[in-house]
């Protein structure tokens, strides 16, 4: 360190050099050491939120003729001032208007003293309603290039760093380093912690602690101080909760890639206390063990005589049941391991916004996912970008924080992939976009195309696209209008199981469930048919009157309760659409003798069959490779098949969208406050001569107005069918109303 000389009005610099291994400075940093003054600011907490008061005290004023009290703030506005004369202590309830600052610098001007603070706004509940562009990144260095690396992040359209580098810093810069972010004007999230199943296979005899910490905790009411979860560190999570808290975190992330199993062959947990529970939730289950002998096909004597069996030992002895049944106990000890460690943050954050991205392979059983139990606990994850993962994020909790990754891992970077991905994510309903990395710093990487930064510090090319493209669409307004919109209300809903999932891998099918899925939604998405998941929990209570169409995709393992509901749903007028014959299975996997949903179909034919004032459609092959299809721009009669299904219960798509040559093209459609959102994406390059492929003819159901959102929102007139031309690679989004909008 060198001390730089400064003047009585300032204060002590320290110039930090960082030096390379032959001793040559590569880079610098200059931090305060010292203030030069008697100059005192006590103030109750360094963050507020809007409306929120700066309380506190400035003290050591004695003596001093006039003291000037001011905030500046990061666009260098002066939004408080305040002169005193000859007080010795000034009592601070400043009440400030909120200008969208991130932070101000408080700065107390005493005579010939001066000293200073910064104060940092805590604005993170107003940023969730629009669009978010969050980076992974680190910056636990104060050096110069990790503060221009924020700058440039921030002038690209960067709003949100998430901080990865929480695994050996100290609890200074735990507090440290989200003030640095904010002071360059972006928000900040936590990489709180990484969970993991056990480590490998857990043998009878030994206890792999971590499934235990939830029950414990809410025996006790008080934390573990180990580990409650191989890579998570309880003491650490909640350090960094208590030094975010006030200065607001844009959101927690519990982990990525967290899975709960590696692979098929890592099943867990069989240590003798989760064997103790799993017994305890059978009794739960089936109360008796004459009970449980009937729905395995079992001669069990006692529950102690019960252990849980791996898929293959199942397989061979006819125990699939006893098999589902050890899966959903372990998928609830994994929700309620996550319930564990976001209770650690919550008891030092109340307001923590929690989730969790990057999830291993939901499709996969063993890793542990039930979405639609575990996300209601949540109001943030960023799945990779799969249809079906995205949409299960409407069990995420109100106000929640939506996205999903892209970036230099995928490898593709070319343009059309870097511009087209946030309209992607957009048009899915997602609220943000999650970009992987910002500074890859492992030895040799870290100026290469992992990063976004050239050596210089000017931005690689694949990312300006990308960011310039977020920029149009929060600064259009687009952005935050989509965030507050909700998909279209259709009356759709798809049957969204996992123990459908895990019956797929139990007993396989020619066609997987998440093959089944994925043809379905590709054919109603593709359609412009928006829709939502309907899970077994909701099947079984839900009144269903809203609901005109229910979709069972490979629904094989089904409830008593959820036959019931479908055959009253049914024969009330709903419409029922399979690709093979439903609940052959009952939901723990025991075969049934009788289906009582087979008599709904007809097996010998893929039409329409008339059940009640209701139909039932058993589609077989129809929808087959759907995803695959539409792909190739090959699924316009499939499309149009399901159109026609639809409408014998009166479910049209609000617009059909067709481009140049007259084929069906995909858009999306939302609804906010009474206004129809209708997005569309451009043609990939190269484009014809002709540019046939740009032309879309919007057709409506009825006369509307309508407002070309990318186009400054330019009025189209009114009617029933527009034509516009789409600029390549990216989003345009129209706006429909039955008023004119002034």
């Given at each position: 360190g060198e001390t730089v000389p400064t003047g009585s009005r300032s204060a002590q610099l320290e110039l930090i050099r960082y030096l390379n291994s032959e001793g040559l400075t590569v880079d610098y940093s200059v931090q305060m050491c010292e203030k030069s003054t008697k100059v005192g600011i006590r103030l109750e907490k360094d963050a507020i939120k809007p409306g929120e008061h700066i309380r506190g005290e400035i003290v050591g004023t004695t003596g001093c003729k006039e003291t000037v009290i001011s905030l500046v703030d990061d666009?260098?506005?002066v939004i408080w001032r305040q002169v005193f004369s000859d007080v010795e202590e000034i009592p601070l309830d400043i009440s400030l208007e909120h200008q969208q600052s991130k932070y101000a610098l408080f700065r107390v001007d005493a005579d010939d003293d001066l000293a200073w603070t910064n104060v940092y706004f805590n604005t993170v509940d107003e940023d969730r309603e629009d669009f978010t562009f969050t980076i992974w990144s680190n910056h636990g260095s104060s050096s110069r290039v990790s503060r221009l690396g924020l700058d440039q992040l921030r002038q690209a359209g960067v709003d949100n760093v998430m901080e990865c580098t929480w695994g050996c810093v100290s609890q200074n810069l735990m507090r440290r380093i989200p003030r640095r972010i904010k002071e360059a004007g972006i928000n900040y999230s936590p990489y709180a912690t990484f969970i993991r199943g056990p480590t490998a296979e857990v043998a009878q005899g030994s206890d792999c602690v971590m499934m235990d910490a939830w029950p414990e905790y809410c025996r006790t009411g008080a934390f573990r101080v180990e580990d409650g979860g191989r890579n998570h560190n309880s003491t650490r999570v909640m350090d960094i909760a208590e030094a975010s808290r006030d200065i607001g975190a844009f959101f927690y992330s519990l982990g990525d890639e967290n899975s709960l199993s590696k692979d098929e062959t890592d099943e867990n947990c069989f240590c003798d206390k989760c064997q103790e529970r799993f017994r305890n939730y059978l009794k739960r289950t089936y109360g008796t063990m004459s009970a449980l002998n009937a729905e395995y096909g079992s001669q069990y004597l006692n529950w102690?005589?019960?252990?849980?069996?791996?898929l293959e030992e199942a397989r061979s002895r006819g125990l699939i049941p006893l098999w589902m049944d050890f899966r959903d106990f372990m998928e609830g000890q994994w929700v309620d391991l996550h319930r564990y460690v976001a209770a650690q943050v919550q008891?030092?954050?109340?307001?923590?916004?929690?989730?969790?991205?990057?999830?291993?392979?939901?499709?996969?059983?063993?890793?542990?996912?039930?979405?639609?139990?575990?996300?209601?606990?949540?109001?943030?994850?960023?799945?990779?970008?799969?249809?079906?993962d995205v949409r299960a994020l409407q069990y995420l909790g109100n106000k929640s924080v939506r996205g999903a990754w892209y970036g230099s891992y995928e490898g593709q970077m070319s343009e059309s992939s870097m511009r087209r991905t946030p309209w992607l994510y957009l048009l899915a309903g997602l609220n943000g976009t999650f970009w992987w990395t910002a500074n890859f710093t492992k030895k040799g990487r870290s100026f290469s195309n992992c990063n976004v930064f050239r050596p210089d510090l000017t931005m690689l090319d694949h990312f300006s696209q990308s960011a310039k493209e977020v920029r149009f669409i929060k600064e259009s307004g687009i952005g935050k209008l989509m965030a507050g919109a909700r998909p279209f209300p259709t009356g759709v809903r798809v049957h969204y199981s996992n123990p459908c999932l895990r019956m797929s891998a139990a007993c396989p099918e020619s066609v997987s469930w998440a093959e089944s899925?994925?043809?379905?939604?590709?054919?109603?998405?593709?359609g412009a048919i928006a829709y939502s998941y309907l899970s077994p929990q909701e099947l079984e209570s839900a009144v269903l009157d809203d609901i005109k169409v229910l979709v069972l995709p490979q629904s094989r393992a089904m409830s008593d309760a959820e036959c019931d509901a479908v055959v009253r749903f049914v024969r009330k007028g709903g419409l029922l659409i399979a690709d093979s014959i439903p609940a052959a299975y009952d939901e723990h996997g025991r075969l049934r003798e009788v289906n009582p949903l087979f008599e709904l179909f007809v097996t010998n034919s893929i039409a329409p069959h008339k059940v009640g004032d209701g139909y039932t459609v058993l589609t077989l092959d129809a929808f087959q490779n759907a995803a695959?299809?539409?792909?190739?721009?090959?699924?316009?009669?499939?499309?149009?098949?399901?159109?026609?299904?639809?409408?014998?219960?009166?479910?049209?798509?609000?617009?059909?969208?067709?481009?140049?040559?007259?084929?069906?093209?995909?858009?999306?459609?939302?609804?906010?406050?009474?206004?129809?959102?209708?997005g569309m994406i451009g043609p990939s390059l190269p484009l014809s001569a002709e540019s046939v492929e740009s032309l879309r003819t919007v057709n409506l159901r009825n006369d509307m107005w309508a407002y070309d959102l990318g186009k400054d929102g330019k009025c189209l007139g009114r009617g029933k069918s527009f034509a516009i031309e789409l600029d390549p690679l990216i989003g345009r989004v129209l706006a429909f109303s039955?008023?004119?909008?002034?």
């Open positions: 666009a260098q506005r102690s005589e019960i252990h849980p069996l791996r008891s030092m954050d109340s307001n923590a916004v929690l989730g969790i991205e990057g999830m291993a392979p939901p499709e996969k059983w063993y890793t542990g996912w039930n979405f639609y139990r575990l996300l209601p606990y949540f109001r943030f994850a960023a799945p990779y970008f799969k249809g079906r899925m994925e043809n379905f939604e590709s054919v109603l998405e593709e695959i299809s539409a792909k190739e721009g090959l699924s316009g009669a499939m499309i149009t098949n399901m159109w026609e299904l639809l409408a014998l219960v009166g479910v049209e798509p609000f617009v059909k969208v067709l481009d140049g040559v007259h084929n069906i093209v995909r858009a999306d459609v939302f609804e906010n406050n009474g206004v129809v959102l209708v039955a008023k004119e909008i002034q």
